[in-house]
């Protein structure tokens, strides 16, 4: 059973499926106004591996991720590119897909988008006007009303932003007068229409517009996985004040708990900082293909760090992605060989062959918290000995599986061939040094300097060269 770290008790917890056979969740999908960048594939990428383990544990899932089509950020671009909401998006909507396609994510089973979910959204906005919980302003937009709701806050746990928020309320208060909400910290549930949304409204019984982006979620939710339901997931910038109002929306709306647990991934930084358009470090899948790297290397790099870690993202990094699967590669091919197999086992096969056999140590790790830089240090130190039999290849493939990893065919002789065990050593110093170990760091680089090889630190990865 897999323990996942919650945001709600910051604990790790058992993920049992609610009605005791499927597990039943939902992330935030992408906005679609351009290409997604690798910080969100990194979100998407270690949901992933989430769904995988539990599906190779034996439970099946149901996976739901919505897309957000309908926003500022997709009006104000689609009409600066000329063309109408729904053909923008749509077009954005292929390339994400393309993107996951590349990346092996699995297809979730019901991708909705807030466009088509409107009426669903308005019928929730008017139970919780007649419960109390929102309110139509002056400026014709309905707000959700923080106040009614006891336990709001409980997620993101910042005591310190309320007082932040009761300071930023009172000096407001002398705008009270042109200010449409009760209190400053209500959000929107309906927006009026306003002359910049051009063609991109509808109606509702509070006049024109259209919904908040935290409403698609709950509306979403509430239609295809009802008023409680296992997991829900995004990036930790979505905790708050995103989730939060999420839970505010729905609790009221519902009377059900909602999420019973939340994952929360850390986000991917690049030089050491945020990832922007202005800064000029903000990639997408198709920059970094067209550097020659590919999507599988991608995601290694995405995976190789612990999801509930900041991680940097480097060339290096990717340098040393490509290494790492070209050893993975080399011994897998030769003991496909060896034991005559041809295609490598789909997904619901290994499903079915249920077992890490020989790589229980691995699969242990990714029990704990999805914990993957362990999961491979295992893979690594035992793949050169692997025994020549279809079961130990299957069990090589049920982690891979679990990773979400394809193979590259095996490189010849005029790429650099890392050794299994010197791959492991190199691994395991590195893991040394990440803990700050630097006497075993040291010992370890000194005994794959022996071997003839040298290792190349840069800030958040390594690279392994002949000496
Ligand atoms: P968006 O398309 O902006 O709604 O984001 C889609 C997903 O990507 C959300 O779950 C975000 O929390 C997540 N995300 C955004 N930036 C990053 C980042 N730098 N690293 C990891 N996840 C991110
Ligand atoms: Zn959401």
């Known amino acids: 059973m897999l323990k996942?770290?919650?945001?709600?008790?910051?604990?790790?917890?058992?993920?049992?499926?609610?009605?005791?056979?499927?597990?039943?969740?939902?992330?935030?999908?992408?906005?679609?106004?351009?290409?997604?960048?690798?910080?969100?594939?990194?979100?998407?990428v270690g949901q992933d591996v989430m769904r995988r383990v539990v599906e190779l544990s034996g439970t099946p899932t149901l996976h739901v991720r919505n897309i957000t089509d309908v926003d500022d950020k997709t009006i104000r671009d689609s009409i600066k590119a000329g063309q109408t909401l729904a053909d923008f998006t749509r077009g954005w909507t292929a390339k994400f897909h393309a993107d996951c396609q590349a990346l092996n994510l699995l297809p979730p089973h019901v991708e909705p988008s807030a466009v088509a979910h409107i009426p669903h959204q308005v019928r929730m906005i008017e139970t919780l006007v007649a419960r109390g919980h929102a309110y139509?302003?002056?400026?014709?937009?309905?707000?959700?009303?923080?106040?009614?709701?006891?336990?709001?806050?409980?997620?993101?746990?910042?005591?310190?932003?309320?007082?932040?928020?009761?300071?930023?309320?009172?000096?407001?208060?002398?705008?009270?007068?042109?200010?449409?909400?009760d209190s400053l910290a209500d959000f929107v549930l309906w927006k009026a229409r306003k002359p910049e949304d051009g063609d991109n409204f509808w109606p509702s019984p509070w006049g024109e517009g259209r919904p908040g982006w935290h409403l698609e979620c709950s509306a979403m939710i509430q239609e295809y996985l009802?008023?409680?339901?296992?997991?829900?997931?995004?990036?930790?910038?979505?905790?708050?004040?995103?989730?939060?109002?999420?839970?505010?929306?729905?609790?009221?709306?519902?009377?059900?708990?909602f999420a019973h647990h939340w994952m929360h991934s850390a986000h991917l930084m690049v030089d050491g900082g945020k990832m922007s358009k202005s800064l000029g470090n903000l990639y997408t899948l198709a920059d970094l293909e067209q550097r020659g790297y590919t999507a599988n290397e991608v995601r290694y790099v995405l995976i190789s760090g612990h999801y509930?870690?900041?991680?940097?993202?480097?060339?290096?990094?990717?340098?040393?992605?490509?290494?790492?699967?070209?050893?993975?590669?080399?011994?897998?091919?030769?003991?496909?060989?060896?034991?005559?197999?041809s295609q490598p086992p789909s997904h619901g096969e290994l499903i079915t062959h249920g077992t890490p056999g020989l790589?229980?140590?691995?699969?242990?790790?990714?029990?704990?918290?999805?914990?993957?830089?362990?999961?491979?240090?295992?893979?690594?130190?035992?793949?050169?000995?692997?025994?020549?039999?279809?079961?130990?290849?299957?069990?090589?493939?049920?982690?891979?599986?679990?990773?979400?990893?394809?193979?590259?065919?095996?490189?010849?002789?005029?790429?650099?061939?890392?050794?299994?065990?010197?791959?492991?050593?190199?691994?395991?110093?590195?893991?040394?040094?990440?803990?700050?170990?630097?006497?075993?760091?040291d010992t370890l680089r000194k005994e794959l300097e022996a071997a003839g090889w040298l290792i190349k630190d840069s800030k958040d990865s390594y690279t392994i060269v002949p000496k």
């Open 4 to 44: 996942l770290h919650d945001t709600l008790t910051r604990s790790e917890r058992e993920l049992r499926p609610l009605d005791g056979k499927t597990l039943r969740f939902y992330c935030c999908g992408p906005t679609v106004y351009g290409p997604a960048h690798i910080g969100n594939f990194r979100t998407f």
């Open 136 to 181: 139509a302003g002056s400026d014709g937009s309905v707000y959700f009303r923080i106040a009614s709701f006891k336990d709001y806050g409980r997620l993101s746990h910042l005591e310190d932003r309320e007082l932040r928020l009761g300071a930023s309320e009172a000096a407001s208060a002398q705008d009270s007068d042109e200010y449409s909400k």
């Open 226 to 257: 009802g008023d409680d339901f296992d997991l829900h997931g995004g990036g930790v910038d979505l905790i708050f004040p995103h989730h939060e109002n999420e839970i505010a929306q729905s609790c009221c709306a519902t009377h059900g708990k």
């Open 308 to 341: 509930h870690k900041p991680l940097n993202f480097t060339f290096d990094s990717l340098t040393a992605a490509r290494s790492g699967l070209q050893t993975l590669a080399k011994h897998e091919a030769a003991l496909r060989e060896k034991i005559g197999a």
């Open 359 to 441: 790589f229980a140590d691995a699969w242990e790790n990714l029990l704990n918290d999805l914990n993957v830089p362990g999961a491979l240090g295992c893979v690594f130190s035992k793949i050169k000995d692997i025994p020549a039999t279809r079961d130990a290849w299957l069990s090589l493939w049920f982690i891979l599986d679990a990773l979400g990893l394809t193979l590259p065919p095996p490189a010849g002789s005029e790429t650099v061939d890392v050794p299994a065990d010197i791959q492991a050593l190199a691994e395991k110093r590195w893991q040394a040094k990440q803990a700050k170990d630097w006497a075993a760091s």
